[in-house]
């Protein structure tokens, strides 16, 4: 019987390639994810009998919902430096404290393989020298600091039957079913697309790992089958080599086959600058990095030549968390507006609810606006705005009314973030 194993984080830009390799290798996959860019990234899969997909937030995920899983693939979490600026409370309750519980879940779940997504930002500033694991870390966002506490609390988890393993990725680039064009390689490659220039800031000296998306699929994948003896409690660097930004936009404008032109831009906020080595994966795990920057770029470059890849607000990731940020205080503002004009008997029990789940930190109006029918339709039209943006609410719709989809879309729009005043 083949093993069962757990994708937290299958909607994202690596999870949903790492899912069609986990299938294709004869897992039967357990994909979860709270999708807030939609359920679409996985469509290719849908309908196959191997794969199991459920809408949950991180943070609600318990023991339960991995029981019969023998692994863990957790690449849940905010995405990215930028967008973890956004909320930082936010990022702190998911990124490090949503992590680490959900590590002790699947051990309680009696879960023996564990592999933790972790990132080369925690290196931060790291001076002249190729950074090893074992190379001191210096995280210099919120971001960058809850993945370095996350990763240290998990790999002290491993443990016989337990084996807990870190992936350290570098700065990821390729096409994906999810899509994302705030990384440098896929931003640059967009910018020669649309407008046949490529703007380097900050002098372009900044230095990156950079690792294509399927091989740091691919490197989960290791990282799962790998001997246990081998690989528990240890970390390993993920990338194909280090780039500086000026070597970037030279290897995009030659890659793309019209004329592009590198502007330099002064100023630059990020202080991010490191060269890591990748030694340790390759002799430990067996993996290297083949697929170079050039591949990458091309491949891009035709999906939108042919018009088959999103290049709008959703492959964006700040911009699109503030995007769900400024529709959650539309809809609470309406729910306001709306409960100013009910009869009493109908604004009092909705006015109750709201003050009832605003006093618990994790704010809920689609279960409140739920007990009315005036807060039922204004949901059923919140939803149809949804649908028309192409933020799919859940995997098979056809099982759901109208009511129930438009309270998974509402509930996506406050869970994002907290919902701001």
Not at 44 to 72: F, M, N, Q, S
């Amino acid at each position: 019987m083949s093993k069962t194993v757990a994708v937290i984080g299958a909607g994202g830009y690596i999870g949903s390639v790492l899912v069609g390799r986990l299938l294709e290798a004869g897992y039967r996959i357990r994909a979860l994810d709270r999708f807030f860019f939609g359920v679409g990234t996985l469509g290719r899969y849908a309908g196959h009998p191997a794969l199991d997909l459920k809408t949950i937030d991180i943070r609600d995920l318990g023991a339960r919902e991995l029981e019969g899983c023998w692994g863990v693939l957790d690449l849940s979490g905010l995405s990215n430096d930028p967008a973890a600026e956004v909320d930082l409370q936010l990022t702190w309750e998911i990124n490090e404290k949503g992590r680490v519980d959900l590590a002790r879940s699947a051990q309680s779940a009696g879960v023996e393989r564990y592999v933790f997504s972790g990132s080369c930002s925690v290196y931060g500033a790291g001076g002249d020298a190729d950074l090893a694991e074992d190379s001191e870390l210096n995280p210099l966002t919120a971001y960058a600091q809850a993945a370095a506490k996350a990763e240290e609390a998990i790999r002290a988890m491993n443990r016989p039957g337990f084996t807990t393993v870190a992936l350290r990725n570098a700065t990821v680039f390729g096409l994906s079913p999810r899509m994302r064009f705030d990384l440098v390689v896929n931003v640059m490659t967009l910018s020669a697309f649309e407008r046949g220039q490529i703007v380097v800031t900050g002098g372009g000296r900044q230095r990156r790992p950079l690792v294509h998306v399927q091989d740091a699929a691919r490197a989960f994948m290791c990282a799962l089958e790998a001997n246990a003896d081998a690989v528990g409690g240890e970390v390993f660097n993920v990338g194909l080599a280090n780039f500086r930004m000026i070597e970037l936009s030279e290897a995009v404008r030659k890659a793309v086959p019209t004329p592009v032109q590198v502007q330099f831009a002064p100023g630059d906020a990020d202080k991010r600058d490191y060269s890591v080595n990748f030694e340790k994966a390759r002799k430990v795990l067996g993996f290297s990095a083949c697929v170079d920057i050039p591949v990458g770029v091309r491949e891009i470059h035709r999906a939108l030549e042919a018009g088959q890849v999103e290049r709008g607000l959703v492959t964006k990731t700040v911009a699109w968390y503030r995007h769900l940020i400024k529709m959650a205080r539309v809809l609470d503002y309406g729910l306001v507006a709306r409960t100013a004009s009910l009869p009493v008997g109908e604004a009092a029990p909705l006015a109750a609810r709201q003050a009832e789940l605003q006093g618990t930190g994790r704010p809920s109006v689609a279960a409140a606006v739920r007990e009315t029918a005036p807060g039922r339709a204004l949901l059923s039209i919140v939803s149809m705005i949804g649908m028309l943006f192409g933020l799919e609410t859940e995997y098979s719709e056809e099982s759901l009314t109208l009511t129930d989809r438009a309270s998974n879309l509402a509930r996506t729009f406050e869970t994002v973030m907290a919902v701001a005043a």
